[in-house]
């Protein structure tokens, strides 16, 4: 039994704070901004090809979490405070706003941003979309493991109760029994996921631009996803009504279209598309 409760702040530069969620996520998008530029230069893709492909990235994820939080796990709330689902600020009830940061993004929204983003990117850059989107897949696992990594230190995202003596306790949330850290098995897995995905490059360096490697990336990822969840707290209290109706939650059910992406993919299905991109 771990008793968690670790500081928030990571470190402060004089009156800025830098916080260990905020931290992680800059860890993880520089580590597969790195991975990616190994592989773009590997391939021989011209640098110039490379250096916008970051930010539409950062943009494509962080709007796609955003909105795919606000959208799918508190439409109500969102709907009727729309401002806040852009800036990281909420109105109390006085109508005073305050900075709060981006308090909820949710990963299937950002994966599909990202996948939009880099539609954009390569109608811009002109590099084949499937070849692209196999790139960044390779990468994608060891920034989800950072994020969750940051979810474990804001001690939020945890598991259910044990109902023994192992787990976590997460005394920020007043908790004096032990939970399944949900974050960390999530985050063990993912980068398992990550060096997996390198080995079969390394092995398959040809499969890029087959859509193999991002079929890969979403049916590991979701498929799992779609299993630890069995030891997760739902986010919102409207799950359980769903849990109980159809015996999955929100993140469960989203998984599923994703799996089904990711077997088309490691089935190469996508790769006529990259085929009849090359023609084009």
Known sequence: MITWNPDLVAFSLGPIEVRWYSLMWCIGLAAAYYVVYRLYKKQGIPEEKFDPLFLYCFVGILVGARLGHCLLYEPEYFLAHPMEMFFPI?????GDWHFTGYAGLASHGGTAGIILALWLYVKRTKVNFIHVIDNIAIATPIT???????NLMNSEIVGKYTGSDYGFVFERL???????PGQLYEAIAYFVFFLV???LYKKWPKKIGTGFYFGFCLTSIFAFRLFVEIFKEVQEPWELDMVASIGLNQGQLLSIPFIIIGLVGLFGVLKRFGDAEKEA
């Not at 989800?144 to 940051?150: D, H, K, N, V």
């Not at 007043?174 to 399944?180: E, K, S």
């Open 174 to 180: 007043g908790d004096t029994a032990p939970r399944h």
């Open 90 to 94: 909420r109105y109390d009830q006085a």
């Open 144 to 150: 989800a493991c950072c994020i969750r990594l940051g």
């Open 197 to 199: 995905g390198l080995a």
